[in-house]
């Protein structure tokens, strides 16, 4: 069976953000991590090489796949800041529909900064999520 190419490891996300060469990116990734702590109660983790992620939930398929990534996250990605929520982004139309000029993925919303959207409705979007995740499976939360 494969293993997961993005995993929790111990680089330093400080590291991470301080070397970034966009000033709004770094500015982007500062909201998003004090945000994302303050709603769950975690420290930020990088995972993979560029993504920084928050607390975590183990997941199992009925393939019998299983592993562990984390429950909220972000990615300051060269075209798009990308904040990750993994139950996905199809329950949170009634948000979306306020929240600003965005793209999205199954469980990535990808904005050019985080000046274009509604950062209020950004929190609720991710406390929501951060919610339903605790609901559906064993987190560290």
């Known amino acids: 069976m494969a293993t997961l190419k993005t995993q929790e490891n111990k680089a330093s996300v400080k590291q991470f953000i301080e070397g970034l060469e966009n000033s709004s990116r770094k500015k982007d990734c500062l909201t998003a991590r004090k945000m994302m702590q303050e709603i769950t109660g975690k420290r930020a983790k990088m995972w993979g090489s560029s993504i920084v992620g928050f ?78 995740m605790k609901a559906l499976y064993k987190t560290n939360l």
């Open 55 to 132: 607390g975590s939930y183990h997941y199992k398929y009925a393939s019998g796949r299983e592993g562990d990534y984390f429950v909220t996250g972000f990615s300051p990605r060269k075209q798009n800041f990308t904040i990750y929520i993994m139950p996905g982004y199809t329950n949170y139309s009634h948000l979306l529909d306020k929240i600003g000029k965005y793209k999205m993925g199954k469980s990535c919303l990808y904005v050019k900064s985080l000046d274009d959207i509604d950062l209020d409705i950004l929190r609720t979007l991710i406390t929501d999520s951060v919610n339903e």
